[in-house]
């Protein structure tokens, strides 16, 4: 069985495509062998909807504020973040704060004014983290390294609860890959290892310690190779296919083959590294398991 550590069940583009929504494309993964999925919340406003599909369906969930949603968040949101993460305290659902980090990707979050504000919201996070003793899922897209600084200072070498969480969507060098194991953080990969043409993210996954690297789909984000469809194909007519958590095994098997191991091998590999990264999942991932010994 599978973990997919990054995937957003409650986005509208899955909600909208069939009846059932997330929940058909959460039995559809089930059924390909995934038996766990993180659900990172956004913002404030989409807290209990993750909330509520994690335990709907038995998977787990991360509260926080995307970079993405920092032009529209208010400082008061962090301490309604504050107070969700101290009322859900004990709810084995909640595995970590995320998705937060910082996007200098986007032409709108580099001015120097939103440079400045995401990092306000991500520092502000990383203290609930360190103060709820909970691990984080990071966006990490052209901003490894002020990430890292910021690690760092924040957390003075000391990851919450002895576990500092998961580097979402991986794709930098191999020295930042190292800067950020040696904090603790497991990688993320998904589909952008499955494209021929991401050479370096793919030496990259298939040469890290067995210890550091963990599976996602970032569903409905991040398609595989064989989802996507270029502009030109588009413009002629073609669909982009959906990515969902039902393809995490075969992004998995990719992943197997460029480590040289059997896909089984690597289930087991990056299931042991998730619960390492993510503790809380531990007692959601024994629940699976005796399902599927039961089932059996």
Known sequence: ???????????????ALVNGGAAHFRTLARS?????????AVEVANFDAVRQLAHSHNDAYALGIHPLYV??????????????????AHDPHLVAVGEIGLDFFVPELCTPAMSERQQFFYR???KLAKQHGLPVLLHVRRSADLLLKHLREVWAGAPPGGRAGIAHAFNGSNEQAAAFVRLGFKLGFGGATTFDAARQLRRLAGSLPDNALVLETDA???PPQWLYATVAQREAGAQQGVN???ELPRIGAVVAGLRGTAPSALAALTTANALVA??????????VSAAGQTQE
């Open 124 to 126: 502000a996070q990383l």
């Open 220 to 222: 409905p984000d991040m």
């Open 1 to 15: 069985m599978w973990i997919d550590t990054h995937c957003h069940l409650d986005a509208p583009e899955l909600l």
């Open 278 to 287: 993510l503790p809380k999942l531990q007692s959601l991932w024994a629940g």
């Open 71 to 88: 032009p529209q968040a208010r400082e008061s949101d962090l301490a309604l973040l504050d107070s969700a993460l101290t009322a859900l």
């Open 32 to 40: 390909r062998g995934v038996g766990l999925c993180v659900l990172p």
């Open 244 to 246: 969902t958590p039902a």
